[in-house]
Structure formats: structure tokens, C-alpha cells
């Protein structure tokens, strides 16, 4: 998994109460990106960080916040989770190969979360 | 909007044939387009990149890109039930780190 971690890797929580979620990776990759995948709409992105504090939105951001404090640590928190975010969440990561070479994203092991 | 789109299967193909996925992209600028792999309850996992137009072949898999008609393709050759699995379309859209996903196909190689 090129040295990306997700934790947690699975959870259960209630309509309103705060989540997060982390992506850990070891790799001293610049990109990371949280997505999110459901039946029939394929992996959505929500937020993406191009470096530390630097993270902008993605496709379906609302209701999701990002934070990047350090460069291995991507954390995505659902403020008040709804039903609607029960889904599969993959973190990925992609940068420069040594040599300048293109760039390959990479994905975690996933964080399966429903919302009751 | 950028899209990426692949037909969403099931493709079903007898094991020994080529399985041939296409994907369309929509955004001319695009430079880098990838295939992933996902087997069902995994992540994904990157099977090739292709950044020039032609062929680019590893082992049993071969992908094509054609950029003036936005069209990029994985043939799988001597298809294996362990070839079964969805795969995953994805392009850099414009210049930047933006991956976009197509909706993924299914495939099914039966024994």
C-alpha cells in the first residue's frame, strides 16, 4: 500500500456527532486527497492538499473539513455526520518520482463508515 | 466539469480471451491517464500509466491512449479468473494534481 495507513479502518457513529478520520503516510509524498467511493458513483474527491496547511475542495466537499499540519498526516473530519456520508473513504497520495518523473497516485486501505 | 467515462459492465469473458475496457475523457488537455485494478472490498491498485500516444505494453496488459479522439484503452491478454474485478479509468485533467475516475467497469473472466 505504499506506506499509506487509514485509521480508523472501520466505524459506526450517529446523525450529528463529529468524525475523523486519518490518513497516515510514510512516504514523503507532496499530494494527498481524501475520496470517497459509493455504488454507482465511482470515487468522488472531496478535499486535496498540495502541501503543509495548503488544501483546497474537491468535488463533493460539502459538509467535509481538511487539515494538514504536518506532511505525513492528512486528517478528514465530518463536523456532524449524516447518513448521507455512510461510505467508503480512501486516502491517496501521489508525487514526483526521483528523477522528475510523472506522478502516480497511490491509495490507502479505505475507512468503511455508516452513519446511523 | 471534466468526465471520464467507461462503459459500467458487467463484461464477461472466457478465460484464455482478451478483455478490451475502453475509457473516454473529456478534457483535451489532459496529459496522464492511468488504470487501476479493484477488487471488491479492496482499494485500488495502479496496473499502468500512459502518457504518449500508442502502445504501451506489461505483460499480459497493454494500454492504448489516442489522444485526438480522447480515448484511452487496457486489453488484458490470456484473461485469468484473477483478472476479475472493476477497473478504473483515471486522468490528470488540466495541469495540476487533479485525478479524476471514471465510474469503472466490471469484469468478470469466467472460468
Known amino acids: 500500500d505504499a506506506g499509506i495507513t487509514q485509521s480508523p479502518r472501520h466505524k459506526v457513529t450517529e446523525t450529528g456527532t463529529p468524525v475523523t478520520l486519518r490518513c497516515h503516510q510514510t512516504e514523503n509524498h507532496r499530494y494527498m486527497y481524501w475520496y470517497r467511493q459509493d455504488p454507482g458513483h465511482g470515487l468522488r474527491l472531496i478535499h486535496y492538499?498540495?502541501?503543509?496547511?495548503?488544501?483546497d475542495k474537491g468535488e463533493v466537499s460539502d459538509g467535509y473539513s481538511v487539515s494538514r499540519s504536518k506532511t505525513e498526516d492528512f486528517l478528514l473530519t465530518l463536523e456532524s455526520a449524516t447518513s448521507s456520508q455512510t461510505s467508503v473513504y480512501f486516502c491517496?497520495?501521489?508525487?514526483?518520482?526521483?528523477?522528475?518523473?510523472?506522478?502516480?497516485?497511490?491509495f490507502g486501505p479505505g475507512t468503511r463508515l455508516t452513519v446511523l | 466539469q471534466k468526465e471520464v467515462e467507461q462503459n459500467s459492465g458487467p463484461l464477461s469473458v472466457p478465460e484464455g480471451a482478451i478483455a478490451s475496457l475502453n475509457c473516454t475523457y473529456s478534457d483535451r488537455v489532459s496529459q496522464s491517464f492511468f488504470w487501476y485494478r479493484q477488487y471488491s472490498g479492496k482499494s485500488p491498485e495502479l496496473i499502468m500509466s500512459?502518457?504518449?500516444?500508442g502502445d504501451k505494453e506489461d505483460g499480459r496488459f497493454t494500454a492504448q491512449l489516442n489522444k485526438a479522439s480522447q480515448y484511452v484503452s487496457l486489453l488484458i491478454r490470456d484473461s485469468q479468473p484473477s483478472d476479475s474485478a472493476t477497473y478504473l479509468c483515471?486522468?490528470?485533467?488540466?495541469?495540476?494534481?487533479?485525478?479524476?475516475f471514471g465510474p469503472g467497469t466490471r469484469l468478470s473472466v469466467l472460468p
Open positions: 483515471a486522468v490528470i485533467s488540466g495541469y495540476g494534481q487533479n485525478f479524476v
Open positions: 492538499s498540495y502541501g503543509v496547511k495548503d488544501t
Open positions: 491517496a497520495i501521489s508525487g514526483r518520482t526521483s528523477g522528475g518523473g510523472t506522478d502516480t497516485q497511490y
Open positions: 500512459i502518457y504518449s500516444n
